[in-house]
Nanobody, 124 residues
Framework: QVQLVESGGGLVQPGGSLRLSCAAS????????MGWYRQAPGKQREFVAAIISGGSTNYLDSAKGRFTISRDNAKNTVYLQMNSLKPEDTAVYYC??????????????????WGQGTLVTVSS
Protein backbone atom coordinates (compact mmCIF):
# COMPACT_ATOMS: atom_id res chain seq x y z
CA GLN A 1 0.00 0.00 0.00
CA VAL A 2 0.99 3.63 -0.45
CA GLN A 3 0.38 6.59 1.81
CA LEU A 4 0.52 10.26 0.81
CA VAL A 5 1.18 12.87 3.48
CA GLU A 6 0.82 16.54 2.67
CA SER A 7 2.16 19.46 4.65
CA GLY A 8 2.90 23.16 4.36
CA GLY A 9 -0.48 24.84 4.20
CA GLY A 10 -1.48 27.76 6.36
CA LEU A 11 -2.46 31.41 6.52
CA VAL A 12 -0.39 33.92 4.58
CA GLN A 13 -0.83 37.55 3.62
CA PRO A 14 -1.26 38.58 -0.02
CA GLY A 15 2.12 38.69 -1.69
CA GLY A 16 3.51 36.08 0.65
CA SER A 17 4.90 32.60 -0.02
CA LEU A 18 4.24 29.04 1.04
CA ARG A 19 5.83 25.71 0.17
CA LEU A 20 3.68 22.61 0.05
CA SER A 21 5.08 19.10 0.30
CA CYS A 22 3.60 15.70 -0.47
CA ALA A 23 5.54 12.59 0.49
CA ALA A 24 4.65 9.12 -0.75
CA SER A 25 5.64 6.07 1.25
CA UNK A 26 5.09 2.34 1.02
CA UNK A 27 6.04 -0.49 -1.32
CA UNK A 28 6.70 1.78 -4.29
CA UNK A 29 8.27 0.58 -7.51
CA UNK A 30 8.08 3.84 -9.41
CA UNK A 31 6.24 7.15 -9.64
CA UNK A 32 5.47 8.78 -12.96
CA UNK A 33 3.36 11.91 -12.82
CA MET A 34 3.08 14.02 -9.64
CA GLY A 35 0.73 16.95 -9.50
CA TRP A 36 -1.16 19.49 -7.43
CA TYR A 37 -4.82 20.40 -7.64
CA ARG A 38 -6.91 22.79 -5.59
CA GLN A 39 -10.52 23.27 -4.64
CA ALA A 40 -11.87 26.61 -3.48
CA PRO A 41 -15.14 26.86 -1.52
CA GLY A 42 -18.10 26.37 -3.82
CA LYS A 43 -15.92 25.55 -6.82
CA GLN A 44 -14.79 22.43 -8.63
CA ARG A 45 -11.35 21.00 -8.12
CA GLU A 46 -8.89 22.40 -10.66
CA PHE A 47 -5.45 21.48 -11.92
CA VAL A 48 -2.58 23.64 -10.66
CA ALA A 49 0.69 22.03 -11.72
CA ALA A 50 2.27 18.71 -12.64
CA ILE A 51 5.70 17.21 -13.16
CA ILE A 52 6.56 13.92 -14.81
CA SER A 53 9.47 11.64 -14.07
CA GLY A 54 11.62 13.20 -16.80
CA GLY A 55 11.20 16.64 -15.24
CA SER A 56 8.78 18.25 -17.68
CA THR A 57 6.25 20.51 -16.02
CA ASN A 58 3.01 22.25 -16.83
CA TYR A 59 0.96 24.82 -14.97
CA LEU A 60 -2.41 26.47 -14.65
CA ASP A 61 -2.13 29.75 -16.55
CA SER A 62 -2.72 31.86 -13.45
CA ALA A 63 0.06 29.97 -11.64
CA LYS A 64 2.74 30.48 -14.27
CA GLY A 65 5.55 32.69 -13.05
CA ARG A 66 4.39 32.46 -9.43
CA PHE A 67 4.32 28.73 -8.61
CA THR A 68 7.09 26.19 -9.11
CA ILE A 69 6.60 22.45 -8.92
CA SER A 70 9.56 20.19 -8.21
CA ARG A 71 10.24 16.65 -7.05
CA ASP A 72 12.81 14.68 -5.13
CA ASN A 73 12.74 11.19 -6.58
CA ALA A 74 14.93 9.76 -3.83
CA LYS A 75 12.35 10.86 -1.27
CA ASN A 76 9.25 10.24 -3.44
CA THR A 77 8.23 13.77 -2.64
CA VAL A 78 6.70 16.55 -4.70
CA TYR A 79 6.81 20.22 -3.75
CA LEU A 80 4.87 23.29 -4.76
CA GLN A 81 6.60 26.60 -4.09
CA MET A 82 3.99 29.35 -4.20
CA ASN A 83 5.10 32.98 -4.38
CA SER A 84 3.19 36.23 -4.81
CA LEU A 85 0.10 34.60 -3.39
CA LYS A 86 -3.28 36.20 -4.02
CA PRO A 87 -6.59 35.88 -2.18
CA GLU A 88 -7.93 33.92 -5.15
CA ASP A 89 -5.32 31.23 -4.45
CA THR A 90 -7.21 30.37 -1.27
CA ALA A 91 -8.23 26.72 -1.48
CA VAL A 92 -7.58 23.22 -0.23
CA TYR A 93 -4.60 21.90 -2.15
CA TYR A 94 -4.37 18.21 -2.99
CA CYS A 95 -1.43 16.26 -4.36
CA UNK A 96 -2.07 13.59 -6.96
CA UNK A 97 0.48 10.89 -7.65
CA UNK A 98 0.54 8.18 -10.33
CA UNK A 99 2.33 5.33 -8.63
CA UNK A 100 3.26 1.73 -9.40
CA UNK A 101 3.46 -0.24 -6.18
CA UNK A 102 3.22 -3.69 -4.63
CA UNK A 103 -0.12 -4.37 -2.98
CA UNK A 104 -0.74 -6.45 0.14
CA UNK A 105 -1.01 -9.60 -2.00
CA UNK A 106 2.36 -8.93 -3.61
CA UNK A 107 0.92 -7.91 -6.96
CA UNK A 108 1.99 -4.83 -8.90
CA UNK A 109 -0.68 -2.14 -9.14
CA UNK A 110 -0.81 1.21 -10.89
CA UNK A 111 -3.03 3.87 -9.39
CA UNK A 112 -3.55 7.60 -9.23
CA UNK A 113 -3.70 8.47 -5.55
CA TRP A 114 -4.82 11.63 -3.77
CA GLY A 115 -3.41 13.26 -0.66
CA GLN A 116 -5.60 14.32 2.24
CA GLY A 117 -5.48 18.00 1.32
CA THR A 118 -3.92 21.01 2.99
CA LEU A 119 -5.64 24.37 3.41
CA VAL A 120 -4.03 27.50 2.02
CA THR A 121 -5.61 30.78 3.07
CA VAL A 122 -4.41 34.05 1.58
CA SER A 123 -5.80 36.98 3.52
CA SER A 124 -4.76 40.17 5.22
Amino acid sequence: QVQLVESGGGLVQPGGSLRLSCAASGSIFSINRMGWYRQAPGKQREFVAAIISGGSTNYLDSAKGRFTISRDNAKNTVYLQMNSLKPEDTAVYYCNVNVYYRDYEGRGRYEALWGQGTLVTVSS
